[in-house]
């Protein structure tokens, strides 16, 4: 079966700081692979998607950047946090396809001060 | 993605069925139903999504009429762990890559 993990689990994170995120995916090969933003309130925003190594996908543009330097690994990354990058990270894999359901991962809060 | 719309909140006993509606009037041919529900501080968990069918798996049942325009999520026997957000999200994945939209949610509070 399939697994996914996020680190860390929390993280509080000073105004300019860098940031970190990463992402892993356990048994499949070749996942669509995502990130997604919860801010204060219900909605997830997509940030970026991946369909394979090196590619990557933006959706609005930020501060934030993507990475995909192997396979079943995805990274978020800052070089200088800003106050509205705190929230509720979110990974997210799928297999692709036409129905393409995708299972997200248990999240990282991200506090910046 | 087709827009939803579903009641922000509903209340259900333990032990009883909870019925979720959702409209999705402008759902294209190609869009699924996906049904996925969040507890709180936790990550999205997928539950169910089907085109035309009703479906049924060891979550819930999902009954969607035959205009499509608007689906039920049915949890025959809820329980407290239950108690969570659920969305409904009419997606499609023709161009790979697609995100889900998720709107608000109905906030489910399963009560003994």
């Known amino acids: 079966s399939q697994t996914i993990h996020q680190w860390p689990a929390t993280l509080v994170q000073p105004v300019g700081s860098p940031l970190s995120l990463e992402c892993t995916v356990e048994?499949?090969?070749?996942?669509?692979l995502y990130w997604y933003r919860q801010a204060a309130g219900r909605g997830l925003q997509l940030l970026f998607y991946s369909v394979g190594i090196g590619q990557i996908s933006s959706e609005v543009p930020q501060n934030l950047s993507a990475s995909r330097p192997q396979d079943r690994q995805f990274i978020l990354s800052s070089k200088k946090l800003l106050l509205s990058d705190s929230g509720f990270y979110l990974c997210a894999w799928s297999f692709g396809g036409s129905t393409d359901t995708q299972y997200f991962g248990p999240g990282t809060r991200l506090t910046v001060l | 993605d087709a827009k939803t719309t579903q009641p922000p909140s509903m209340d259900c006993a333990e032990g009883r069925a909870a019925n979720l509606p959702c409209n999705h009037s402008t759902i294209s041919g190609n869009e699924y139903v996906y049904w996925y529900r969040q507890i709180h501080s936790q990550g999205p968990q997928y539950i169910i999504h089907?085109?035309?069918n009703n479906e049924t798996n060891e979550m819930a049942s999902l009954i969607i009429t035959e205009d499509r325009k608007s689906s039920t999520l049915i949890l025959p026997h809820a329980t407290l762990r239950d108690t969570a957000v659920y969305y409904c999200i009419a997606h499609s994945n023709y161009n790979q890559g697609g995100k889900l939209i998720f709107g608000q949610g109905t906030e489910l509070s399963v009560k003994p």
């Open positions: 048994g499949t090969s070749n996942p669509n």
């Open positions: 089907g085109l035309k």
